[in-house]
């Protein structure tokens, strides 16, 4: 402060100058996440279970309906190009029976075999298979997935001996609930379908689905 004329006085103001604070810039730490990633991941290859493949590829005609194929209580009979068929079915709903180890069991029965726990238990896990019941045994027993194709010939379906009678007889008692479903090939023969038929209806089997694929734009009449 100074005196610039008589009675006044002046002032200086000073200014403190700026603290810059330094700037941090957040950091996550991604160890926790990737702890967890690879514990999920551990989990569900675990506990997951691959739909086995099916028997054969099975090119099926194009339809407008929409109707969606059940995953429980269902009977697949599935025809291939070269008119042999195959079969699949599942355990049903109820978890504390294996439908389809209680069937193979009957039908070995029929035709005087014998299979072991071990070969009934892995029956009921595999998915469609197409092969006289004679040679189940061995196609049970191989190990190589290319090899244990050979064994899929057809299930034999002629008079003298019609073993998918005995397979769908014998379904039907296990799980009078599930429903039929044909999934032929558009190239088989209609005549094999029709045979396929045929044996359902020796069964009381008077309602069953034919299997399509769902087509993109529902056909029109030209004019």
């Known amino acids: 402060m100074r005196r610039t004329a008589p009675g006044f006085l002046t002032t200086k103001h000073y200014t403190m100058p700026k603290i810059k604070l330094p700037v941090k810039t957040p950091k996550i730490d991604m160890t926790p996440m990737v702890d967890l990633f690879a514990l999920l991941l551990t989990f569900f290859m675990l506990t997951t279970s691959f739909r086995p493949q099916e028997a054969t590829v099975i090119d099926t005609p194009n339809s407008i309906s929409e109707k969606v194929a059940p995953e429980k209580n269902v009977i697949i009979i599935l025809v291939g190009k070269d ?27 029929q035709k005087s075999l014998t299979f072991t726990d071990k070969e009934l238990k892995t ?55 599930a429903e039929v479903a044909i999934k ?32 993109k734009e529902e056909a029109k009449l030209e004019e």
Do not use: C
Not at 161 to 176: G, T, Y
Not at 193 to 210: A, P, S, T, Y
């Open 83 to 109: 008119d042999k068929v195959y079969l699949n079915f599942d355990n049903g709903t109820d978890t504390s029976v294996l439908i389809r180890k209680e069937v193979l069991k009957k039908v070995a029965e």
């Open 184 to 215: 032929g090939d558009s190239e088989a023969d209609f005549k094999t379908v029709k045979h396929v038929m045929d044996i359902l209806q020796e069964n009381q089997v008077n309602k069953f689905n034919l299997t399509t694929n769902l087509m």
């Open 123 to 177: 029956f009921s896990t595999w998915a469609s298979f197409g092969m006289p019941v004679e040679r189940l045994k061995a196609w049970l027993n191989t190990a190589d997935s290319k090899e244990r194709d050979k064994f899929q010939v057809g299930i034999p379906i002629d008079s003298t001996d019609n073993q998918l009678n005995l397979w769908v007889r014998f379904i039907r008692l296990q799980n009078p609930n």
